[in-house]
């Protein structure tokens, strides 16, 4: 089994910035691609960066420019760094891994989501 736990989420004004974390733990023998998405009330969940084991990173057109997408291999840990943030970027943003098992099978994981909330 393979854990994501996130951090970071919260209340900000608009303009303002957020740093999201995702650490993920467990059986895991190497991670491909880490990433974020998120959902909007009454929306389906959608993109918003992944990033490579090469540190290739893609990025929704909504969030190109504002948020930076990044990992720390040794730590098995990706960041979202969010600036500029604007009310329409409110959501759940959850964590995903593309990972190799122990058992030299690919899975992947979500997690358990972080709630950000742009507002004044």
């Known amino acids: 089994q393979v854990q994501l736990v996130e951090s970071g989420g919260g209340l900000v004004h608009p303009g303002g910035s957020l740093r999201l974390s995702c650490a993920a733990s467990g059986s895991i023998f190497s991670i491909y691609a880490m990433g974020w998405y998120r959902q909007a009330p009454g929306k389906q969940r959608e993109l918003v960066a992944t990033?490579?084991?090469?540190?290739?990173?893609n990025y929704a057109d909504s969030v190109k420019g504002r948020f930076t997408i990044s990992r720390d291999n040794a730590k098995n840990t990706v960041y979202l760094q969010m600036n500029s943030l604007k009310p329409e970027d409110t959501a759940v943003y959850y964590c995903?891994?593309?990972?190799?098992?122990?058992?030299?099978?690919?899975?992947?994981?979500w997690g358990q989501g972080t709630q950000v909330t742009v507002s004044s």
């Open positions: 990033i490579s084991n090469g540190g290739n990173g």
């Open positions: 995903h891994t593309d990972l190799l098992g122990p058992d030299y099978i690919r899975y992947n994981y």
